[in-house]
């Protein structure tokens, strides 16, 4: 059982009024039979929830009662004002200010200070450094197709430069990584598509709503897919770009080469993207073996000395 499960049913209940079990099921992402435990669990906690049956029933926190508000933990509240801050760094909007306000108005006068201390021992800045200006406004367009069930369109330039003109239906933005996707039905493909916003533009929400289907969720852990397709190879990198090399791999993979270099085990993909990769490390490193991803990389920089001395390129 999750606690931050129970308090975002409570939370939730707080702010909906009345909520049936399958609703809360599907909001979560469990059993309806999940739901009824943790709303057991509420209850045993002190909090009188009720059930209406019938036509709009669902359940519901007793009018009569008033939260109170040492029903939440100092750690308990530190850990949601955390989750809120970072959340509005990168999705601006009144329902993060207003939920924000709403936990901090649970905060005992006592407990005030030492809960500013906690939750600013852990900033979570997820916005980046620099980058595509257009994310900010198109995660605002997409929030509001979402609520309203508004067809999305848009020009979206895929691998290799084709760019295709979208029609889409919105269903879930995620952040995965340091990028911002969604994913929803294109009328093209005929299927549900996972688009990384910072390939899309000219993006508009139009007037047409749509009625929604029963939403496929995108793949987002492609761990177990990589592996079958990873293989080793070995690279000799300076030490110059050794805190780059670790953000693809572990330091145990590391072997200490004359001091000022190290030899290293690191997970390929033969692929343009982690080509790419080995190719941003510049002169500080070097494929060893095995031989034909060598001769390949040696391919690359030819052509790419060929760009800037206007020869003859091999496009292959």
């Known amino acids: 059982m999750k606690v931050d499960r129970l308090v975002s049913i409570i939370m939730t209940l707080l702010d909906k009024e009345r909520m049936g079990a399958q609703e809360l099921a599907d909001m979560f992402e469990v059993s309806p039979r999940t739901i009824y435990r943790d709303i057991e669990a509420i209850n045993m906690a002190g909090i009188p929830i009720r059930s209406i049956s019938g036509v709009g029933g669902g359940f519901e926190i007793m009018p009569e009662y008033k939260l109170d508000k040492r029903v939440f933990s100092t750690a308990d509240l530190s850990a949601i004002l955390m989750g809120l801050s970072s959340l509005a760094n990168v999705v601006r909007g009144d329902e993060l200010v207003n939920a924000f306000e709403k936990v901090k108005s649970f905060i005992p006068a006592e407990k005030a200070k030492d809960i500013e201390i906690r939750t600013n021992q852990i900033c979570i800045d997820l916005s980046p450094w620099t980058g595509n200006r257009t994310i900010q406004p198109y995660l605002k367009i997409i929030k509001t197709a979402l609520q309203d069930h508004k067809l999305l369109y ?68 492609f761990e177990e897919i990589a592996e079958t397709m990873q293989t080793d190879i070995k690279i000799r990198i300076h030490k110059s770009v050794l805190d780059r090399v670790l953000e693809y791999c572990t330091y145990d993979r590391f072997i200490s080469d004359d001091g000022e270099y190290s030899i290293v085990n690191f997970p390929f993909i033969e692929n343009d993207y982690h080509y790419g990769i080995l190719l941003s490390f510049g002169d500080q490193c070097e494929c060893l073996e095995p031989l034909h991803i060598r001769a390949e990389i040696t391919r690359k920089i030819q052509n790419m000395d060929a760009i800037y001395n206007n020869e003859k390129l091999d496009v292959k």
């Open 154 to 221: 848009f020009e979206y330039t895929a691998h290799h430069g084709n760019k295709t003109v979208r029609t889409v239906e919105p269903y879930q933005l995620v952040l995965k990584g340091s990028h911002w996707y969604f994913q929803g039905y294109c009328y093209i493909r005929n299927d549900y598509r996972l688009f990384r916003l910072s390939r899309m533009s000219e993006l508009q929400m139009k007037q047409e709503t749509f009625i929604p289907r029963d939403f496929q969720k995108p793949i987002l852990d």
